[in-house]
Structure formats: C-alpha cells, structure tokens
C-alpha cells in the first residue's frame, strides 16, 4: 500500500473540517436526520450547502457534475464527514454511493441528465428496493413482477427494509420481467418517481428502538414508463450487482468510532482511579483495532486508486469493521453504568444518549449491506479460492 496523503489533501482537510465547524448543525444524537423530521429538513439543508461547492460528490468525473476529485480527496471528506458527524438525507449514502455510479456505468444519457445534476444538487433522496419478504441474502429469488404494457411496465409486488423509503423522492428497484428464465436473468433494473407514482404505498417498519427508519413498499398496477429501464430488460441483474459493487473503503465509519472512542477516553480521564484501571486496557485495545480498521479501509481506496477493483477485500473491512462497532459500543454501554444506558430523549443521558442509541444501530450492521455470513463466504470462495458450500 502506498498512501498519498500529503500536503494537498491535508489542506483539503482543513478547508473541509472549517466548512463542517461553521455549517454542521449541533450534535444531537436524538435527533437522527433518518428518523427525526427536523434533522431531516436540517440534513437537506446541509446537502444543499455541499452541492454549492460541488462537494456532494466530487470524486465524480467533471461532466457529471463531480470535481474529479483523486480517490484520496474522497477519503479525506469521508472520514472528515463521519468524525463530525455529517448527517446525510438518502442523497449521498443511495445516491452517490451506489445509484449514481451505476447510472454512469449503465444508464443511457437522458437517464444521466436527468438524475445526476439531482444528486449533485442534493434534491434527489433515494432508496433502495432490493430486499423482499422470501428475497434477502438470495437476492435472486425476488418476485416482484414488471410487466410490459405499451410504453410501461405495470409493476406488482412488494419490497422490505426500505430504508428511508418515506423520505426519497426516486427508489431504484429490481422486479422481474421474465418468470419463464432462469432466476438471475428475468430480472430488470427499473427508476420509480416514488412521490409521484399512482399505486405505491409506503407503509413503517419502527426498529428496536423505537424509530420509524424502514418500511414495507407495496405496489399495486403501479406505472414506470420504460425510459427508465437502465441497462437492457432481463439483464437488470447484472446492473444490480454492479451497483452493490460500489464498496466503500467505510473510512467514514472508522472516522465516527474514533469520535467515539475519543469521548469515552475523555470521560474515562475524569474517573476514579479504580475506574480507569478498570476499562483502561479495554478501550486501548479498542483502540488498536479502530486503527486496524482505518488501515483496511485505506487498502480499499489504495486499490481504487490503481484502478483495481476490491472484491473480498471489502469483505474483509466490512465484517470486521461491523462486529468492531459492536464491540465499541457495547463496551461504551458497560463502562458509562446506568446514566450511560439512558436514551437521547432523557435530561441526564450521558454524550446525549449516543451509546445506547449506537450500540442499537450497530446491532443490525452485520445483516445489511450483505451479512457477515455472506461477506465471509465471498472471502473464502473468491479470497481463499475455496469451493462453493
Ligand atoms: C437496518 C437495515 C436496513 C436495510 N435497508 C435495506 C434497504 O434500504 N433496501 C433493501 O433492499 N434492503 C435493506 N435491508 C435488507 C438487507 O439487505 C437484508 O436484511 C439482508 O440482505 C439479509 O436478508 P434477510 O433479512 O432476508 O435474511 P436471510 O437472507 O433470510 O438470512 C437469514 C440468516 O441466514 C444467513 N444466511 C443466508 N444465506 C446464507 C448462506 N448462503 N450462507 C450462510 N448463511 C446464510 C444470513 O447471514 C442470516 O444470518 C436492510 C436491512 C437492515 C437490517
């Protein structure tokens, strides 16, 4: 691995992390812009502000609106972003992360002039209507059904897990255009107008704290028009997969440990001494493991940077970045005692209720993005070359 982080990006950091200081609303880990109305319109705003200056994505190429920023450039606003916390909307983590690059892969261009200046400017919030009730892990099995009328398909089924659902204003899905095929090749790739689109409904999914974040998405004779097939019909798979190969190096996740973990040291400094020798190994460790994220994640962007494609190696960060989250917060819950375990919403919750709040959010993090079952089956078929189970 060969970092280039040098004097060009570090001024970068600074710019960004003065921009971040002046514009980032306060810290509030009871107000979650994906699940609190307020955080959400002062997310919108936050984005809109970043779209001004181009920095929604500037990694991407100059004639779709980026800044042809070098893949350290973007590491350097990731992790600035997730240390301070940046929220985002569904724009940056749906619609940089995977939408938009797929679109520039494969969309035609009508597609790309219509949506990435929308992703660019922030207005575009975007979800993802992958999962099924009998479709998760095998993806391949969804049944969700387009069928070709006129200059439509008609589209019927239903969709889980909706993140942000009731937010976004476009969700990219996957709906079966040819029950006859073999499962992976009926399938196609299709844009729906959520906000707009006769037939759709949006119904909560609250989480186990207590937060509406995802929801069920049922559609009934509900209309895409075929301009927004992207890719050819029945080989929407192959657009699928291309989308959810856009890994991320989750530098922004170590970035946001890191906060973490610094706060729970500074809080650790004011105990008493029984106190600190008791969690003071612990925390250390923790600490060496963040850094050992922090490296896997600069692999990923190393290689990007080669223009290599990471496979398992994302695999690899993504396991053990989840299960280190886990480990983080659970820790945090335990050191802090009882005022630690208090939610946002109570007066004298501690790091306004973060660790609670975290150590919930982190419970799901080795199921989504591609469980920790599966990631480590892509490390051992395509890492260790190991045979299908
Ligand atoms: C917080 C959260 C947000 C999400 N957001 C979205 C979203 O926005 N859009 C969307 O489309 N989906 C979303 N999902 C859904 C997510 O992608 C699925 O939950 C995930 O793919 C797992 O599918 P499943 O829940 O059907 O579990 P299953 O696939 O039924 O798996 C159940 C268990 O069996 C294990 N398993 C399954 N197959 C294998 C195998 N071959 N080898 C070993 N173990 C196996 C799994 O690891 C898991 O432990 C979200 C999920 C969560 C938790």
Redesign the pocket.
Known sequence: MDLKFGEREEALRQQVRSFLLEHLPARDASKDARTDDEAFEAAKKFNAELGRRGWIAPAWPKEYGGLGATIYEQMVFNEEFGYYGAPDTGTRG?GVGMIGPTLIIHGNDEQKAEHLPRINSGEAIW?????????????ASLQTRAVRDGDDYVVNGQ???????HRANWMFLLARTDPDAPKHRGISFLLLDIKNTPGVQVRPLI?MHNRH??NEVFFEDVRIPRRNLVGEENRGWYVGMTLLDFERSGIGTTAAHRHTLERLAGWLQDQSAAKRDKYRAGLANLVIENNVAKYLGYRIGDMQSKGQHPNYEASVIKIFQSELGQRIYRFGVNMLGLPGQLLPEEPRALFEGEMPESYM?SV???????????Q??IIATRGLGLPR?
Request: proline share 5%.
């Open positions: 749906f979800c993802q209507g992958y999962s099924e009730p009998g479709a998760g892990s095998d993806l969709k889980i897990w909706t993140s942000g659902g989480n974040h995802f959010s799901p993090s080795t199921i989504y993005s591609g469980s920790n079952e599966i480590r089956n189970g």
